[in-house]
């Protein structure tokens, strides 16, 4: 007996999509699988094409695009396994929450009394069990998030997809929405390919990432890689800042101000001592001492040739 | 005494294991929601209002001669199943171009569209749904007043037994006929609101179109009897009344898009329909009107395929 391969949720291969002379993906490979994925690249990287191509609605250039194993451009029976959160307006104002759910269970293929107990389950893991039977357009911008959301989940997807969930949110409504939807990955047992063009998002959720720029896939890996240590120390302090550098420098380690922090690049392990050393000397009081890590902003602060 | 008391446990997310019906479920509920939409069912009694009034205008027609066939007990004068389609028409037209792009156009407007096509759904599937939709509404408003008709007349005759052995052909006539006007009042209104996220614009259109085509068909096919009727004063001979497009009248007839039906629906039934248009309609072989009505059904309900193959989100 032979045992097939597990196929990949979302997988591209050699992938090119053209808009007549315009370029929007060339060659791009990568795979899916579980966890939360981010998809991150400017404005025109190819990230909505991407999605658009996944979801079935246009069709490749060349190459290929498959949801679990199957091309959803041929078949839309496979965006059964998908949800989609949109970026742009897509509730309808006049109908309640759970009457709108219900309808895209149905519309998801899950039969009317399934659907009715599906809404209600979803409507309350997002927050919205209380307000269920309010027209959508009574809702705050919040709460149309969490329907957008809520409708993404509601036939119970192996992936979602979400374009920009935090968009139009204030701060407190987007650590909610980042919250729940990390919630969703990691309790619901939901993969989700996040599309954002805001590191903070992605770096805070997110396991995998995938970068996309000029429709080309140019780094791709687990956030903890693009996020490591670097050789920078930062040394907070309260006070005595400049006899702190000065005794650095007497060790010869150069040392900058920034604010009321010191900033060190380190060579090797043994300056620690020195530092430690130089720290109780000049009498500061130590807030404190760490490296600096990368963040996923230094990606497109690289050169193309880096 | 023991006192009741319960606990609330968070059961955590649970994954669905029921069953799955795919493409045909999806289809099904965008034809109950198209449904449910143009009747205002599940929305508020603003949403209700206008469908409701709408159909007891159109129900009117019906109901007025079943009681007039029921008092008046003689049924020879009275509008017949025949005539029925052409006394509703222009009320039937209101009734779509008004409802029609409720189905349509709010989906477009607001974003939800872009919901349907990234579930097993194509395009196809989304257009016949709202297109099947409203075609089982309309269709059941012309069958609801036919019957009401059909009744009407059987309680109201002599012999009731009688009149159903010498008209039971009504019921298979009125239900062709009225599928052909069904058909016809759902396609166009539905392809104009493809075009616009504007239900106002849609409507004001649909009107607007079936309104202009009575006074550009009359006054190409219809001729004047009152100048006819001037020379008869003078004294001269009075000339045959001729249209002013002579030969052509008859086919600028069929220009009246609310008679477009009308003209196939006085092919199913035997009984001679006295109107302008129809009459002028009449001299031309059967083949022309009812080319006519499928052309105009047929190609507006290309048009409505395929612009909706081509929608982008």
């Known amino acids: ?306 | 005494m023991n006192e009741a008391h319960g606990e609330v446990f968070d059961l955590g997310y649970r994954h669905y294991e029921g069953p799955r019906e795919g493409r045909m479920r999806a289809r099904k509920a965008i034809w109950i929601n198209g449904v449910r939409t143009a009747l205002g069912i599940g929305r508020g009694w603003g949403s209700k209002a206008l469908p409701i009034l709408l159909f007891i205008a159109v129900m009117t027609p019906a109901v007025v001669i079943s009681i007039a066939a029921a008092t008046a007990g003689n049924l020879m004068d009275l509008p017949r199943h025949d005539a029925y389609y052409q006394i509703i028409s222009t009320l039937l037209v209101i009734f779509s171009a008004i409802i029609a792009p409720e189905l349509l156009c709010p989906d477009r407007r607001d974003g939800v569209i872009s919901l349907y096509l990234v579930r097993p759904l194509s395009p196809t599937d989304y257009v016949i749904g709202r297109w099947l939709a409203f075609l089982s509404v309309t269709l059941a408003i012309v069958y609801l007043g036919q019957v009401i008709l059909f009744t009407g007349f059987v309680l109201a005759a002599e012999e009731p037994a009688n009149y159903l052995r010498y008209n039971w052909m009504d019921v298979p006539r009125f239900l062709l006929a009225g599928l052909v006007v069904a058909i016809f009042t759902t396609t166009i209104p539905l392809t104009v609101s493809a075009f616009t996220t504007r239900r106002a614009y849609a409507a004001a259109f649909v009107i607007g179109l079936f309104i202009i085509s009575i006074p550009v068909a009359g006054i190409l096919s219809i001729c004047d009897e009152d100048r006819g009727r001037q020379r008869n004063e003078f004294g001269q001979d009075p000339e045959p009344c001729r249209p002013p497009t002579g030969e052509s009248a008859k086919w600028f007839a069929l220009i009246n898009l609310s008679d477009v039906p009308i003209h196939v629906n006085d092919l199913i039934f035997p009984k001679e329909n006295t109107s302008e248009f129809a009459r002028l309609v009449a001299e031309l072989p059967s083949i022309v009107p009812i080319t006519w009505y499928l052309l105009l059904t047929i190609g507006p309900g290309f048009v409505l395929w395929w612009r909706y193959r081509r929608i982008s989100i």
């Open chain 1, 1 to 306: 007996m032979y045992n097939l391969p597990m196929p990949h949720l979302l997988e591209a291969k050699e992938l090119t999509k053209h808009y007549g002379a315009t370029i929007a993906l060339e060659s791009v490979d990568f795979q899916i699988n579980d966890g939360i994925t981010g998809l991150l690249g400017p404005n025109g990287a190819g990230k909505s094409t991407t999605i658009k191509l996944f979801l079935g609605l246009i069709g490749p250039t060349s190459g290929s695009v498959e949801v679990l194993g199957e091309r959803p451009y041929e078949s839309v029976e496979s965006r059964s396994h998908l949800g989609y959160m949109p970026e742009h307006d897509c509730l309808p104002a006049s109908v309640t929450a759970a009457e709108f759910l219900t309808h895209m269970a149905q519309v998801s293929g899950i039969p009317p009394a399934h659907a009715r107990t599906r809404a209600a389950d979803i409507l309350r893991h997002v927050g919205l069990d209380e307000e269920r039977y309010r027209s959508i357009g009574e809702y705050s911008t919040g709460m149309k998030q969490r329907v957008k959301l809520a409708q993404a989940l509601v036939h119970d997807p192996l992936l979602v997809l979400l374009d920009e969930p935090t968009s139009g949110l204030d701060p407190g409504g987007r650590e909610e929405m980042l919250a729940l939807v990390k919630r969703t990955g990691r309790e619901f047992g939901i993969s989700i390919l996040l599309s954002s063009h805001l590191m903070g998002d992605v770096e805070s959720i997110c396991d995998r990432i995938i970068v996309l720029e000029g429709g080309r896939v140019t780094e791709e890996g687990d956030v903890s890689l693009f996020t490591q240590e670097t050789q920078t120390l930062y040394i907070d302090v309260d006070d005595h800042i400049e006899e702190l550098v000065a005794a650095l420098s007497k060790r010869r380690i150069a040392a900058t101000m920034d604010g009321l922090s010191v900033v060190v690049e380190t060579e090797s392990e043994e300056q620690y001592d020195s530092i430690r050393d130089a720290i109780v000397e000049s009498d500061t009081r130590l807030r404190r001492l760490a490296p600096r890590r990368h963040g996923l902003t230094d990606i497109f602060r690289r050169t193309p040739n880096e």
